[in-house]
């Protein structure tokens, strides 16, 4: 069954004053997760359109081969218009000597497309062919190079350089799985997830920069974790306060792209803003604060209870138990537990005598759905494993 026609039999349900399940409860709610699982009071999910081919509906295009998405979003470390060029296929070209081109909205943590070209003329080897860097929050710099013609497996290296400083790689720590690197001339695509770092009150390094990065689609850069702002010859460390762009650290800054004196090509660049994982604090093992899985628990539980009995006054019993557990799942008072109770003594009064190929058509829920959730009831301390609802579904034939 697709979504439309569950959303349709769901409402059709529901004018006919009950409610039809596509599934049955999942697990309730925890110390850990502020929801239930599969549980339909959790926040939807925002929806965006993209084909692949074109930036997200929800993405900030920064350059879109226009000269005007330069002036509009692009500046110089002074915040003055940039001497970086657009060419007539509308390529964005570094000029030697013009400086680091930086967005002049800032970001954090962040997921970048951006398409860049080695010059077609070839001149030059190792660090000093198509060389050019993306900058996250001006000190994190994935490095751009020529590095088509760099193959340790050829003696002699058509092009030798140190890995760690070759296309793809984190510039001075790690270098990039594998050299996917194409001809110079032609485009290549980075995909990056970049998460920013967190510091704590005194400054010290609480949770570091990590990246994660598709080199023409190829995996390159596995969830890295940053030892600390990038650097030429020098180890990295979280005690420097400015990257190599010359920014000092703010919590956001802006994307930046090096002038290193080659015409490196970029097209098609654009940003969405994500958030760090360590920041969905209301659900997950990993990541929950039980504090604030606490309080969400607490208002789901608040809402649930001024729409019950608008909601479920007319439900078939099934349903009713269902829903009147759900609520005191969430936040378990005196009057939601009794309204659990009540609701136990209605069903199990319309249930006396039932055959279980009979239970769903007049109570609203097949027995197995129902056991399954009072199971979850049972491991959580909800109910005793003598409560008459579970004795009645076990014996059900």
Request: glycine share 10%; net charge negative; charged share 25%.
């Amino acid at each position: 069954m697709d979504i439309t026609s569950k959303t349709t039999l769901a409402a059709a349900a529901l004018i006919a004053g009950s409610f039809a399940f596509a599934d049955p409860f999942g697990a309730p709610p925890d110390a850990k997760h502020a929801w239930g699982v599969h549980d339909d009071n959790r926040p939807g999910v925002k929806k965006i359109s993209a084909d692949g081919t074109t930036p997200p509906s929800d993405a900030v295009v920064l350059f879109d081969g226009s000269a005007e998405s330069v002036s509009a979003n692009w500046c110089d470390r002074a915040g003055n218009p940039t001497k970086w060029v657009v060419d007539d296929k509308g390529d964005l070209i570094s000029v030697r000597g013009a400086g680091y081109i930086f967005t002049k909205r800032k970001f954090s943590s962040c997921q970048l497309h951006v398409e860049w070209a080695a010059p077609d003329k070839v001149e030059g080897f190792g660090q000093g062919r198509g060389n050019s860097g993306v900058f996250f929050m001006g000190g994190y710099e994935v490095q751009v190079l020529d590095s088509y013609e760099t193959d340790p497996s050829k003696d002699p290296n058509p092009n030798p350089n140190y890995p760690d400083g070759q296309a793809g790689a984190v510039y001075g720590q790690n270098p990039p799985a594998v050299n996917p690197c194409r001809a110079p001339g032609t485009f290549n695509s980075y995909d990056i997830v970049f998460h920013a770092p967190v510091f704590n009150d005194d400054g010290s390094i609480r949770l570091p920069a990590d990246i994660t990065l598709f080199f023409n689609g190829v995996l390159v850069q596995d969830h890295w974790k940053f030892d600390g702002p990038t650097g030429w010859r020098r180890r990295a460390s979280y005690t420097r306060n400015r990257g190599d762009s010359g920014l000092k650290r703010e919590d956001k800054m802006p994307i930046a792209f090096q002038d290193h004196g080659n015409p490196v090509h970029f097209r098609n660049v654009w940003v969405r803003e994500i958030p760090r994982p360590e920041e969905n604090v209301t659900h997950g093992d990993y990541y929950a604060n039980e504090d604030k899985v606490l309080e969400v628990r607490a208002a789901t539980a608040d809402k649930l209870d001024a729409e019950f009995d608008a909601k479920w006054a007319d439900a078939k019993p099934g349903i009713k138990l269902l829903e009147a557990w759900r609520v005191a799942t969430y936040i378990a008072t005196p009057s939601r537990l009794a309204r659990a109770a009540e609701a136990e003594k209605s069903f199990l009064a319309a249930a006396e005598g039932l055959k279980k190929s009979d239970m769903e058509a007049k109570l609203g829920l097949k027995s197995d759905a129902l056991q399954g959730y009072y199971g979850d009831l049972l491991r959580l301390g909800f109910v005793a494993d003598d409560n008459p609802v579970l004795k009645l579904l076990g014996e059900a034939k």
